[in-house]
Structure formats: C-alpha cells, structure tokens
C-alpha cells in the first residue's frame, strides 16, 4: 500500500502516517497501533518518484570520455544524448560531472579520473563511461568504491559494470566484411586503424577478417598509423599502397575513416577501392554524399547517451531491475538511404 491509501484506509491525515512511519512524535498509542497494523498487513510501498521530487540532493552522475573533439564529433554525440537525457528526466535533479581525458596519451584517463575522486566539487553517485583504455578503466572502477557504473561504446567484460550499453563489436566488423566482399569479392583488403587499444576496435577487426577469409583467396592487413601529422599520415598512406597496389578496399574500425577517403579520393583510387567506416559523424556523412565513402556502421551515439542516463535513474532512484546489457542495432548506412 502507498502512503495515501494507508490514510485512508485509517481515515486518518496522510501527514499522521508519515509522522507514524518515521517514528515522530504527536500520535497517539490508539492511532499508532492501528497504521502500524494496516502496514503490517499489507505492507507498506513508498513512492520514490515522490521522494526524489521533495529531495534536495542531486543525484550526480560522472561522465569520463575522450576529449569531446575527438572520433570527428563521436563522443560529443555520446555527451549530448546524457545531456537530453537529464533534460528528459525534468524535474528530478540529475547532475552530469564531466571529465575528459586524451585517449592518445597513456595513463591520462587514469590521471584526469582523480578529479572524481579528490575534488570536492566533482565527488559523484555514479559513473558513465567508455572504456577505451581497459586497463586504465580497470584501475579507475576499483577506485570507485562500490558505486555502479555504466559503459557504453564499448564492453569490458573483465569488470562488472551495472549496465553495458553498446554495439556487438564482432558482429559489426563481420557485417563490414560482408558488405565489402558484396562490393568487391575477393582480393587484398587492409583494417586501418589509429588507436593501438580498445576491445571494440580489436573486435571490429576479428569480425571482418574472419569473415573476409572465409575466401581461401583474400587476405586483410591490420595496420596502424601513429603519426598524426598530415605529411605522416600521407606518407603511411603512400607507403601502404606501395607495398600493396593491389588493395581493393578498406576498413576502418572508428570515426576517422572520412581520413582515409580523403586521401583514396586525391590519388585517383575511388574507381577501384571501396571504403567501409563506422559512425555516422558529419564528414562521414557527406563522404557518403559525394561517393568518397561506400558504406558507414553507425550506433546510434545519442541513444547510448540518453539511455544510460535512463538505466541510471530507474535503477538507483527509482529502484527499479534492469538489463545488464544493451544491445546497440547495427545501423547500415549507404548513400541511397541517408536522410
């Protein structure tokens, strides 16, 4: 029973329930005995919606991501759906405490986490996160002492986070591979990367060499890129179809591929390379648009943001079960079929 029909099932005022429920004084014995038997009966259910809405306190949640101008827009997105989802969930108090940190540099999510740890005005009730740097991630969830905490983006399945929220990376890079034998068949295909961790990433890889050599007469490259600078990337670029001139499509594992389109695009090798990437930024978007880019994986940023700000809530205020995993769709992005 809820407050209100304990009330009147006692024909009492619902301000002597909750005095009763609360052991405060200006009840008398007869009154006391008779709710407290009504609750002992039926039991008593109280309204957390309720609760939350005459609390004060926030309910704080940390966000931890690569700098928001990274994966060509990616993580905003990410950020940007937690920020709908706190605006969705008006008018209980949800605060988002957000970190960045630079996933090119080691350690440095490890460092910028401290903040949620030794500064005041960062202490938080829960944790989103992507984690992209497993072993730092791994060090910076034991600090967090029991409180729950969220990926998305990305599993890390040597944690127990309370709820995951992304794409099946292996299924995603197989459906690449399968795509890009639908375009070219068999031949030389190169996975070009620029982040050396990540389960995702390495996932996507196995998905789409696995099913690409599934054909005796194909073979994938996995190759990675360090040098960020246009002259080195270029030269990479250069030197990789030196070596290999017969390479007939690439795959990349994350935001970035509109790089590789570029240059597949200004030495004249669209005609015979097809490129495959993931997400659905918005140089993605227009590479699809003006045929530099053939086919984009996208997973839905925004939803993964909002929904782990939902889960959040229903589970810790509300109280609520639910899922430990969310399973992102594999969005299939062609040029016909951009909106």
Same mark, same amino acid.
């Given at each position: 029973?809820?407050?209100?029909?304990?009330?009147?099932?006692?024909?009492?005022?619902?301000?002597?329930?909750?005095?009763?429920?609360?052991?405060?004084?200006?009840?008398?014995?007869?009154?006391?005995?008779?709710?407290?038997?009504?609750?002992?009966?039926?039991?008593?259910?109280?309204?957390?919606?309720?609760?939350?809405?005459?609390?004060?306190?926030?309910?704080?949640?940390?966000?931890?991501?690569?700098?928001?101008?990274?994966?060509?827009?990616?993580?905003?997105?990410?950020?940007?759906?937690?920020?709908?989802?706190?605006?969705?969930?008006?008018?209980?108090?949800?605060?988002?405490?957000?970190?960045?940190?630079?996933?090119?540099?080691?350690?440095?999510?490890?460092?910028?986490?401290?903040?949620?740890?030794?500064?005041?005005?960062?202490?938080?009730?829960?944790?989103?996160?992507?984690?992209?740097?497993?072993?730092?991630?791994?060090?910076?969830?034991?600090?967090?002492?029991?409180?729950?905490?969220?990926?998305?983006?990305?599993?890390?399945?040597?944690?127990?986070?309370?709820?995951?929220?992304?794409?099946?990376?292996?299924?995603? =890079? %197989?459906?690449?591979?399968?795509?890009? &034998?639908?375009?070219?068949?068999? #031949? $030389?295909?190169? /996975? *070009?990367?620029?982040?050396?961790?990540?389960?995702?990433?390495?996932?996507?890889?196995?998905?789409?060499?696995?099913?690409?050599?599934?054909?005796?007469?194909?073979?994938?490259?996995?190759?990675?890129?360090?040098?960020?600078?246009?002259?080195?990337?270029?030269?990479?670029?250069?030197?990789?179809?030196?070596?290999?001139?017969?390479?007939?499509?690439?795959?990349?594992?994350?935001?970035?591929?509109?790089?590789?389109?570029?240059?597949?695009?200004?030495?004249?090798?669209?005609?015979?390379?097809?490129?495959? =990437? %993931?997400?659905?930024?918005?140089?993605? &978007?227009?590479?699809?648009?003006? #045929? $530099?880019?053939? /086919? *984009?994986?996208?997973?839905?940023?925004?939803?993964?943001?909002?929904?782990?700000?939902?889960?959040?809530?229903?589970?810790?205020?509300?109280?609520?079960?639910?899922?430990?995993?969310?399973?992102?769709?594999?969005?299939?992005?062609?040029?016909?079929?951009?909106?």
């Amino acid at each position: 029973m809820t407050l209100v029909e304990i009330a009147e099932y006692a024909h009492v005022s619902i301000g002597t329930v909750d005095r009763v429920i609360h052991n405060r004084k200006g009840v008398s014995e007869k009154t006391k005995k008779l709710i407290q038997s009504i609750i002992d009966e039926y039991g008593y259910q109280p309204n957390p919606i309720a609760r939350q809405l005459k609390s004060n306190k926030p309910f704080v949640i940390g966000v931890l991501l690569p700098t928001l101008e990274s994966g060509c827009g990616y993580y905003k997105a990410l950020y940007d759906g937690m920020l709908q989802g706190v605006e969705q969930l008006m008018p209980f108090k949800i605060e988002l405490k957000f970190v960045s940190f630079d996933r090119m540099i080691a350690g440095d999510a490890f460092i910028k986490s401290h903040q949620f740890f030794e500064n005041p005005d960062k202490i938080i009730d829960a944790l989103i996160t992507t984690p992209v740097a497993p072993e730092e991630h791994m060090e910076i969830v034991s600090k967090l002492n029991g409180k729950p905490y969220v990926y998305i983006d990305t599993p890390l399945g040597t944690t127990q986070p309370l709820l995951t929220i992304a794409q099946n990376p292996y299924k995603g =890079g %197989y459906c690449a591979g399968r795509i890009m &034998r639908m375009f070219q068949g068999s #031949g $030389t295909f190169a /996975c *070009i990367r620029m982040y050396p961790s990540g389960y995702n990433l390495r996932e996507r890889i196995r998905g789409f060499t696995e099913y690409i050599q599934k054909d005796a007469n194909s073979v994938v490259l996995d190759e990675l890129y360090t040098d960020f600078s246009d002259s080195g990337f270029y030269s990479f670029m250069q030197n990789l179809f030196e070596k290999h001139n017969d390479i007939k499509g690439i795959f990349v594992p994350h935001a970035e591929v509109n790089l590789m389109s570029y240059f597949i695009a200004d030495q004249g090798l669209k005609s015979r390379v097809t490129v495959i =990437g %993931y997400d659905l930024v918005e140089q993605n &978007r227009e590479g699809l648009l003006d #045929g $530099t880019i053939d /086919c *984009i994986i996208g997973q839905r940023p925004e939803q993964q943001g909002a929904d782990a700000v939902h889960k959040l809530y229903q589970a810790l205020m509300l109280h609520q079960d639910i899922p430990s995993r969310i399973d992102m769709p594999i969005d299939i992005y062609f040029k016909e079929n951009i909106i």
